[in-house]
Each structure stands twice: as C-alpha cells, then as structure tokens.
C-alpha cells in the first residue's frame, strides 16, 4: 500500500498490468475506494485494506472511472467479502457503486454476470461527496461515460485512463480500447480546465505527475492529430 497524501492511499496487486485501487479516507474513517481492480488482484488488494483498516464495513462506495474489467473485476470479490461479515443486511443496501450516467448502460452490461450494477450515477461536474470536496469530471474518448476525479481539497486529479504512466514517460491509452479515440483526443484537454497540482493515472504506476508535465504532454497529443 502506497501513501500519495496524509488521506489518499493507492493499493494493487501483482504484475506489469494490475490496476490500482485508490482509497480516500474520511475524518469520521469511511472510506471512498475509486475502482476496484482486476478480479484476479481483489483478494491481495483486500487483504491489504483489511490489514490498515480491520474489515471493509468502512467502506461507504465505490467510484468507477469506467466500466472496463481491469476497474471493475474485482467488485464481485469485495461485495461476497463484505457480505461473509456482514449478517443483518447486504452490502448493496448500504454502500454506493458509482459511475457517469453515460456509463451506466454499458456498465449493467458488463456486470450482468455478477448481478451487480450502479445504484447512483453522476453528472459532468457533480460532488460525489461534499466532506472530501471530489467532483466527477466528464472526459469521454476511451469509453463513453469515462470521468476523471478532482479532490478539490487535495488539488489532485484521478485520470483513471486519460493517459499512463510509462518508464519512458506519459503515453496516450492504446486506441483499440477506446469507444471512439478521436473522441478522446479531442476531450482530452478537458482536464485542463480545472485547478489541480497533481495528476494520478491508473497506468502503469500510481505516481502524482506534475501539472506542467501533463500540459506539455496534452500540447504534444494534441499537435498529433
């Protein structure tokens, strides 16, 4: 488990591609997790929560950027762990599975299997939580309802997939992911429109980058086209 502030957390499991879990916690110690991971990385990434903070009875919601597996596999292993400690009521009844409201569709799809959709969706610019100041912010390009998320107070701004971090620097997400790529390049800018220091991406390392260094990266990007 990484400390990115006195309050922001990231958690992953093993291997080159496992996804990130970030973890904002509250003063009163509830817990706000932005996606959930690969399926096969939920049980090292819950043990790993369950070690800092005792059970995931903390956890008040969940946040996805998007609904591709490698952010949302590992629900179903949260929610059956959350249930197993839980005896008077189901998890789904208690906490919030949020995603944009033009994720949603495809979001139901996508968890068919498991029986589980989102119980709240988010417009372009809604408070997701007013203690924790986190805005979910519209950024559609790599899947239609793709939102990144500003920690107004901490001035850090969650990409989910907007870009990645490489060993060699910033890199656009591969275009065979993206629901419509000429979307994303277009809408990438977006973020720039917002007061952040830090930009968070959830590939392949759960670094802050530097604004100035996102600028320039975006600048180059967009010359691309």
């Avoid at 917002?194 to 930009?199: E, K, L, N, P, R």
Wanted: proline share 3%.
């Amino acid at each position: 488990m990484k400390q990115l502030t006195a309050n922001v957390y990231s958690v992953t499991g093993k291997g080159f591609f496992s996804t990130p879990v970030f973890i904002l916690e509250k003063e009163n110690g509830q817990l706000t997790l932005i996606d959930a991971g690969l399926e096969k990385d939920a049980k090292a990434i819950i043990r790993k929560i369950q070690k800092k903070w005792g059970d995931l009875g903390k956890i008040e919601r969940f946040v996805f950027t998007h609904r591709h597996q490698d952010h949302t596999g590992g629900l179903t292993s949260f929610i059956r762990e959350m249930t197993a400690v839980s005896a008077s009521e189901s998890p789904l009844e208690r906490i919030e599975i949020i995603c944009h409201e033009d994720e949603a569709p495809y979001f139901v799809n996508n968890l068919r299997a498991q029986l589980i959709s989102p119980n709240r969706t988010v417009k372009h610019e809604e408070i997701i939580d007013e203690e924790l100041k986190l805005k979910a912010i519209h950024v559609p390009g790599h899947s239609w309802g793709h939102i990144c998320l500003l920690l107004e107070k901490e001035k850090l701004m969650f990409i989910g997939d907007l870009f990645m971090f490489m060993p060699f620097g910033l890199r656009s997400v591969f275009k065979r992911f993206a629901d419509d790529y000429e979307q994303y390049l277009e809408n990438i800018d977006i973020i720039l429109d917002y007061d952040w220091d830090y930009a968070i991406p959830s590939h392949m390392t759960a670094k802050k980058v530097v604004r100035k260094k996102v600028e320039k990266f975006i600048k180059k990007l967009e010359k691309s086209k």
